[in-house]
């Protein structure tokens, strides 16, 4: 089935830094979006997009839905506590549009 | 406004036994997802139901796995017997209708099963 690659699997980093995360697909996708998922709970939305090129902020997090529409990346800004978890991506195909394809998360780590 | 709620939050069990998960979506939400949530693996979808109606089940691992969705506020996701490799964190999710801009799909805080 279809799959998103995300990177990087996880991230150290250190309280204050800015984090930034992509995902890439190698087919078409409708929708991006972005969740956070903490311990002991279920994903969280953080951004949807739904435009080629859209560029949407929510807070110190941005996140863009590539041109090609075959990829987005999500970036956080001056990084606090708080922000430590896994962050997913997912994607809505063109085929199947109901149906979230996502990516395999982004663990981050940050030292204070 | 209520989330996605699920029951029950924990639940350990010994192998053979029946396992029942049960899902109440947001009201109003036209779609009731099942996921399955492993190290290996990641985020499954395992079947999504519009309107009640299941509309693809190709998620669904073999026949031990089951999910129904009897009314627009309740469904179940049903595993007999249950085996050590079907212990996972399973999410229910809802959604409103496709085609409308801000349909994203909201999870429950998941069911954590152990089976041993």
């Known amino acids: 089935g279809q799959q998103l690659n995300q990177s990087p699997q996880s991230m150290f980093i250190q309280e204050g830094e800015d984090v930034s995360m992509n995902c890439t697909s190698s087919?078409?996708?409708?929708?991006w979006l972005w969740y956070k998922q903490d311990p002991g709970e279920g994903p969280v939305l953080l951004i949807a997009?739904?435009?080629?090129?859209e560029l949407t902020s929510n807070g110190r997090l941005t996140a863009q839905f590539g041109i090609t529409r075959k990829d987005s990346f999500l970036n956080i800004s001056a990084s606090i506590p708080s922000d430590v978890g896994i962050y997913f991506c997912?994607?809505?195909?063109?085929?199947?549009?109901?149906?979230?394809?996502f990516g395999q998360g982004t663990r981050l780590t940050i030292n204070p | 406004d209520a989330g996605v709620i699920q029951s029950p939050r924990h639940e350990v069990t010994e192998m053979g036994q029946e396992v029942t998960l049960r899902c109440k979506p947001i009201?109003?939400?036209?779609?009731l997802f099942w996921y399955r949530q492993t190290m290996m693996r990641g985020l499954e979808l395992l079947i999504y139901?519009?309107?009640?109606?299941?509309?693809?089940d190709s998620g669904m691992p073999e026949d031990r796995f089951s999910a129904k969705m009897p009314n627009a506020s309740f469904s179940t996701l049903k595993i007999q017997p249950s085996e050590p490799r079907d212990s996972a964190v399973y999410f229910c999710?809802?959604?409103?209708?496709?085609?409308?801009?801000?349909?994203?799909?909201?999870f429950g805080e998941g069911s954590w099963l152990t089976v041993v």
């Open positions: 999710a809802s959604s409103l209708q496709t085609g409308a801009i801000g349909n994203t799909i909201y």
């Open positions: 997912a994607g809505r195909p063109i085929q199947g549009a109901q149906k979230l394809v």
């Open positions: 087919s078409i996708f409708n929708t």
């Open positions: 997009l739904y435009k080629a090129g």
């Open positions: 139901f519009n309107n009640n109606v299941p509309i693809d």
């Open positions: 009201s109003g939400h036209d779609y």
